[in-house]
């Protein structure tokens, strides 16, 4: 009677088990993000976000056991032109410090610097330069200025990684760093950035592993030392979209032109620096 029951009673234990294993394997884990690195950060969650209190960028970082992420939003137009200009590293140190060693040069520094964009319409700026050298002063086209910049970012430089040359790479290359860009149509501007984790080490010895990233955004400098005021225009919309590339920003918000004063008297003038610490964990 006993194997009766028992030869009864286990196919009803197997035939249980089988259906809890099955839910268990197609439950979602809602607590993990695939991040696609395309410049844009709707997959971010809100609240991994911290704001730099002097830059008022916006910052994320994330990992998973092949990749560091990192998130960037920019939202001031002249943060966003001096970065584009002057050029941007983040740095990545392992051991927690605020060192400059090791990282990824990206907006790499325009090699005109600011004189390009004067405040009297040289370069991009939807119109030829004024002839008569006592015509008024031109107001540079905001999107032809953005659109020429953003044309030119497609290349980084990495340093300081272990067992990695450092060199210039384009910004979209399997099995290295990635990043990507884009704005929305409020005009603020992302960066996502993917790192290897081999690029940091294996991951048996980086588990609990305090990391210091940091950025610094470059200073404006003139041409020649130059004493006058450079006027930047807030950035109106582009045309195309893509990895890397620029999406359609709102084209009727109207470009108010904002002065970055001379002597240094705006702090977005000089360089700016940004530090957070972050640990990984596998």
């Not at 259906?19 to 609240?47: C, Q, R």
């Not at 009297?120 to 953005?146: E, L, N, S, W, Y």
């Amino acid at each position: 009677m006993r194997k009766l029951i028992l030869q009864a009673f286990l196919p009803l234990v197997c035939l249980c088990t089988s259906k809890t294993m099955a839910n268990l394997t197609g439950v979602k884990d809602t607590s993990k993000i695939n991040y696609t690195i395309d410049g844009n950060i709707n997959e971010w969650k809100t609240d991994k976000f911290e704001t730099d209190k002097e830059t008022q960028v916006l910052y994320a970082i994330d990992h998973d056991a092949n990749n560091l992420y990192v998130a960037m939003k920019i939202t001031d137009p002249r943060t966003q032109m001096k970065m584009m200009i002057q050029g941007m590293n983040m740095y990545i140190d392992k051991k927690g410090k605020k060192r400059e060693g090791t990282g990824i040069e990206f907006p790499i520094k325009q090699a005109k610097g600011m004189g390009n964009f004067g405040a009297r319409g040289g370069g991009r700026t939807g119109a030829p330069p004024p002839t008569d050298p006592a015509a008024a002063p031109q107001t540079p086209d905001p999107k032809a200025m953005r659109e020429n910049l953003a044309l030119n970012m497609i290349l980084l430089k990495t340093f300081g990684f272990d067992d990695q040359e450092d060199k210039m790479q384009i910004i979209d290359q399997p099995g290295a760093v990635n990043i990507a860009f884009d704005w929305n149509d409020a005009n603020e501007m992302f960066i996502e950035y993917q790192v290897p984790m081999g690029f940091l080490g294996k991951p048996s010895d980086l588990n609990g592993k305090l990391l210091g990233i940091g950025w610094k955004i470059n200073g404006i400098t003139m041409e020649g030392g130059g004493s006058s005021s450079t006027s930047f225009s807030r950035p109106g919309g582009t045309g195309s979209s893509g990895r890397g590339s620029r999406s359609g920003a709102n084209s009727n918000i109207p470009a108010s032109t904002t002065d970055f004063p001379s002597g240094g008297s705006d702090s977005r003038f000089k360089e700016q620096s940004i530090w957070t610490k972050y640990t990984l964990t596998f």
